[in-house]
């Protein structure tokens, strides 16, 4: 049982020859934790301790932004010895510069603190607490109901639709799985919930990302190095308890954060179109039945992935108010296409919502949404 906890949380490296070996096989998934460990190329601890500290201080490259938010936003960052959290609120919620857009969520999630003085100092400490959590869990022993949390999260990972591209990648696999792994046996209260491999992904992308300089969609995995997915790995896990965090009752047993919020998406759908409402109770169509996969991912999986980072910007924004402002995103998404649901049965309803048209939507009709789910929220305060 020693062994399986080392192959499920061991940050090894992989070998050129594991590495070839995967190529040749094409993007397969872990299915159980011997295929996610490789004995070749690994580090030793007093090495995986050595976290690369070259990026504790906040920098920015020399780049010039056309638009005035994104200098605005700049110059609070880079000027600012206290950042004004709530200024900075107010400028990502409308969308993040992608060269800001880690820094950015950083300090949203609490994670970097606004003092800059204290950022060095408090960065270094937390990476190297994430390598000793991950050491920990390499000599524990594993229990029955551990194995079948690792199980459980072993089988998910195959079936995540966020950045799915990017999980072909073993080393992003054995990363996210190991946030997943970690942060469950930290927090048993809420532990790992179906979903949540879903909300781990955008952070560790776009902190990969960060060390090239480019969207996340650009990322070249190729070019990461071992010490950069540890870094990136370790803020990622940070980050991802963090926005947990404001979202606990989602995820503890028997989710009744989601339970709640879809009576409050009914009650409001019966206050903004009650016709609607009454179309869907008819042909048996029951909120539960759409948005407790919308609460329960963010609608994370029904965005195409160049839309995922301007959907997080706004999320990180909202801060403690997120789930309320979920709860009015459902509303925006069954008002955009109640003439159309109104003409349907119950088959067709739930077709068009598994597949709905804003799988294929660009970043300015997301923006339009989150717009619209603002002005919504005044309207039925």
Not at 211 to 228: H, K, M, N, R
């Amino acid at each position: 049982m020693t062994r399986a906890r080392k192959l499920a949380t061991r940050p090894g490296t992989l070998s050129a020859s594991a590495l070839a070996e995967d190529r040749e096989r094409g993007p397969e998934f872990p299915r159980n934790a011997h295929v996610v460990y490789r004995k070749e190329g690994l580090i030793s601890s007093k090495q995986r301790l050595r976290i690369d500290l070259a990026r504790n201080e906040i920098s920015f490259l020399p780049r010039r932004f056309d638009h005035a938010k994104g200098r605005r936003l700049a110059k609070l960052l880079k000027e600012s010895s206290i950042v004004n959290v709530e200024e900075l609120r107010q400028l990502i919620w409308t969308g993040c510069p992608s060269i800001l857009r880690p820094v950015c969520w950083k300090l949203l999630m609490g994670y970097v603190p606004l003092s800059a003085d204290r950022r060095k100092i408090s960065l270094g400490r937390k990476r190297i607490k994430y390598t000793h959590l991950a050491e920990k869990l390499d000599n524990d022993i594993l229990g029955s109901d551990d194995l079948v949390l690792l199980h459980q999260i072993q089988i998910d990972l195959p079936r995540t639709v966020v950045y799915r591209e990017f999980l072909e990648h073993a080393e992003i696999r054995l990363a996210v799985q190991r946030v997943l792994f970690t942060r469950a046996l930290r927090n048993p209260t809420s532990s790992y919930v179906q979903g949540m491999n879903e909300l781990v992904v955008p952070f560790l992308i776009a902190f990969l990302a960060e060390f090239q300089a480019v969207p996340p969609l650009e990322l070249d995995v190729s070019e990461i190095t071992t010490s950069q997915f540890h870094v990136a790995e370790a803020d990622s896990y940070w980050c991802f308890c963090k926005f947990l965090g404001v979202m606990q009752n989602h995820y503890t047993f028997g989710q009744p954060g989601i339970q709640e919020s879809c009576f409050k998406v009914k009650e409001l759908l019966k206050r903004a179109d009650s016709e609607l409402y009454e179309h869907l109770t008819n042909e048996g169509v029951d909120v539960l039945h759409f948005a407790f996969r919308w609460l329960n991912c963010l609608f994370l999986r029904e965005f195409p992935a160049k839309c995922i980072p301007r959907l997080m910007d706004t999320y990180l924004a909202e801060g403690d108010d997120l789930p309320h402002f979920i709860e009015h995103f459902c509303l925006v998404i069954l008002l955009k296409w109640s003439a159309q649901f109104k003409e349907m049965t119950f088959q067709s309803i739930v077709s068009f919502i598994q597949n709905p048209p804003t799988k294929r939507w660009t970043v300015s009709e997301l923006e339009i949404a989150l717009s619209e789910t603002h002005r919504l929220r005044t309207t039925f305060l």
